[in-house]
């Protein structure tokens, strides 16, 4: 069974920077394409960003293009987020998701099959 653990977040000053790990466990790490989220308030949960299984590709939503970096690393089974240039807006819940990579871009939350539980990330003076 597929497990997404994420760690990272917390409170942040505009314009800093802070990295998301997501932890995968329970199957090939490399087999599975990956997906950043974020929800805020009151809003739906929305794309961030995509990496495939051997973290050659990535897409990234327009709102984040040129502030975040997505990659992995395929030996440790860990997948990563650099946020910098945070912004107020920014501030939501983030989660990591997992889907057999069977090739392409996936922005949908529904192509995920796996979930982690969230980490809070809050861009606040």
């Known amino acids: 069974q597929v497990q997404l653990v994420e760690s990272g977040g917390g409170l942040v000053q505009p314009g800093g920077s802070l990295q998301l790990s997501c932890a995968f466990s329970g199957s090939s790490f490399s087999n599975y394409a990956m997906g950043w989220f974020r929800q805020a308030p009151g809003k739906e949960r929305e794309f961030v960003s995509w990496i495939s299984g051997r973290g050659v590709s990535t897409y990234y939503a327009d709102s984040v293009l040129g502030r975040f970096t997505m990659s992995r690393d395929n030996l440790m089974n860990v997948a990563y987020l650099q946020m910098t240039g945070l912004k107020p807006e920014d501030t939501a819940a983030y989660y990591c998701?997992?889907?057999?990579?069977?090739?392409?871009?996936?922005?949908?939350?529904?192509?995920?099959?796996?979930w982690g539980q969230g980490s809070q990330v809050t861009v606040s003076s």
């Open positions: 998701a997992a889907k057999a990579d069977r090739g392409g871009v996936r922005i949908g939350a529904t192509d995920y099959d796996y």
